[in-house]
C-alpha cells in the first residue's frame, strides 16, 4: 500500500497549540501556491509513474479555507500525474468553522471520500481559549451535511480545566453526529506555541490526569462501538483510516507541498519550510527537498517495530522475517525482555495489552537500544 499527502498551509487562525506550518496571514498567496503544488504533483508523478496509491491525504493548515476551485485542480491533477488504485480512500481536514454546503459538494465531485472534521471539544468556552475560529454549533452544522458520509471527528485531551464531563459531552456529540472514526489524542504543548505558557504556569492537566481523562474516553468510546486500532484512533469497524494504517505499517507515501515529509524507494526526505523558498524551487524546476536520507536496516527494523506496537494490530514475526530475515525477539532481545510483562502473544502476534496501550512510549523506548 501506498498513499499520497498534500499540504495546504493556510488557515484562518493560527490555534494557540499549533505547531504546524501553517499561515494566517497569507491566504492571498494560495493561488500562487497552488500552481507550484500541481507542478509538484507533476515532477513527483513522472518519478513514481510505477508506483500505484491507495490512499490520499489533504491536510494543513486548513484546506477548507481556500477556494474549493484548488482543491478540485488538485485532485485532478493527482489522477492525471498518478496512479491511483481501484477504490481510493482519499481525505480532507475541515475546520467547520470553514465549511459550506457548496464545498463539500465540489470536493465530492473532485472524488473526495472521506472527511477529517476538527471538533476538538464540545465546550465553547474550551474552543475560545484555544482560539479555534469555530463552535459546537458549526461542527453540527457541518456533520450535518456530511449525514451518510465518511467523516472522522477529532477530540483532544488535557486541555485548561477539562473535566470528565466535558470528555463525556464531547464523546457524546461527535458519536450523535454519525462519526464513524473519532481520533482522541492528548495535547502536546510544544515549544513556541501560545499554549506553552500556560504548560510551564502548570495551568494545563498532569500527565496522570490526562491519563485518567484518556481511560474514561476509552471506556466511553467502546461502549458506543468504536475499537480502538491505535493508541489514539477509534472507529466503527470497518471504518479505519487507511492512509493513517499505512504510516503504521511503514508503507511508502510521498508528500508533496511546504513541509511534506516523505518515505520512498528506501528514502526519507522533507520539503523545505520556508513558503518563499518553496514556490522559487518549483519555479525553477527543481524539487524543494531540504533533508534527505537513507533509512538504514537498525532504523528500519526499529521503526518496524515501534510502529506495529502502537497498534492494536500488533507485530507479526512472520512479516518481520519477510521483511529482515530475522526473528524480531531476537534482533531486541533486551527490549522484549524488560517489555515481555506489558505484552500478549496470540499466535506469531505480539501486542501491548489492551490496558498499557496509552504508555506504550515509556514501553518502546526500552528498544531503542
Not at 496509491?53 to 491533477?77: L, R
Request: charged share 25%.
Amino acid at each position: 500500500m501506498a498513499g499520497i499527502y498534500l499540504h495546504i498551509p493556510f488557515c484562518k487562525h493560527k490555534c494557540t497549540y499549533c505547531d504546524f506550518t501553517s499561515f494566517p496571514d497569507k491566504l492571498n498567496f494560495a493561488e500562487a501556491y497552488m500552481a507550484c503544488l500541481y507542478k509538484e504533483i507533476e515532477l513527483r508523478g513522472k518519478q513514481l509513474e510505477k508506483l500505484t496509491f491507495d490512499t490520499v491525504y489533504i491536510g494543513g493548515g486548513t484546506p477548507s479555507v481556500v477556494d474549493p476551485k484548488y482543491i478540485y485542480g488538485a485532485m485532478k491533477q493527482i489522477k492525471k500525474c498518478f496512479r491511483l488504485s481501484k477504490n481510493p480512500e482519499i481525505t480532507i481536514e475541515m475546520n467547520p468553522g470553514t465549511v459550506s454546503e457548496q464545498k463539500i459538494a465540489i470536493y465530492k465531485r473532485a472524488g473526495i471520500n472521506r472527511f477529517s472534521v476538527g471538533l476538538q471539544t464540545a465546550i465553547d468556552s474550551q474552543l475560545q481559549e484555544l482560539a479555534r475560529i469555530h463552535t459546537v454549533r458549526d461542527y453540527l452544522y457541518t456533520t450535518s451535511l456530511l449525514k451518510g458520509e465518511n467523516f472522522s471527528a477529532d477530540v483532544m485531551l488535557g486541555l485548561k480545566g477539562q473535566t470528565e464531563e466535558d470528555v463525556r459531552k464531547t464523546i457524546e456529540i461527535a458519536a450523535g453526529s454519525g462519526a464513524k472514526h473519532i481520533s482522541m489524542y492528548a495535547l502536546t504543548p510544544e515549544d513556541g506555541t501560545p499554549i506553552y505558557t500556560d504548560y510551564l504556569n502548570g495551568d494545563l492537566p498532569d500527565g496522570d490526569e490526562v491519563a485518567r481523562l484518556y481511560e474514561f474516553g476509552w471506556e466511553l468510546l467502546k461502549e458506543k462501538g468504536y475499537c480502538r486500532y491505535e493508541v489514539s484512533n477509534f472507529a466503527k469497524k470497518g471504518f479505519e483510516s487507511k492512509h493513517n494504517l499505512n504510516y503504521w505499517q511503514r508503507g511508502e507515501y510521498i508528500g508533496m507541498g511546504i513541509s511534506a515529509s516523505s518515505f520512498c524507494c528506501g528514502k526519507r526526505f522533507t520539503n523545505t519550510f520556508n513558503l518563499d523558498e518553496y514556490m522559487k524551487c518549483i519555479l525553477s524546476g527543481f524539487l524543494p527537498v531540504i533533508e534527505s536520507e537513507d533509512v538504514k536496516t537498525e532504523d528500519a527494523k526499529f521503526e518496524f517495530v515501534m510502529l506495529a506496537l502502537r497498534t492494536s494490530y500488533g507485530i507479526s514475526a512472520k512479516a518481520y522475517r519477510a521483511a529482515f530475515g530475522s526473528d524480531w525477539k531476537e534482533d531486541f532481545a533486551t527490549g522484549y525482555k524488560k517489555t515481555v510483562a506489558y505484552l500478549e502473544e496470540t499466535g506469531d502476534i505480539t501486542r501491548i495489552r489492551e490496558e498499557y496501550l496509552y504508555v506504550q512510549n515509556q514501553i518502546l523506548t526500552e528498544y531503542m537500544n
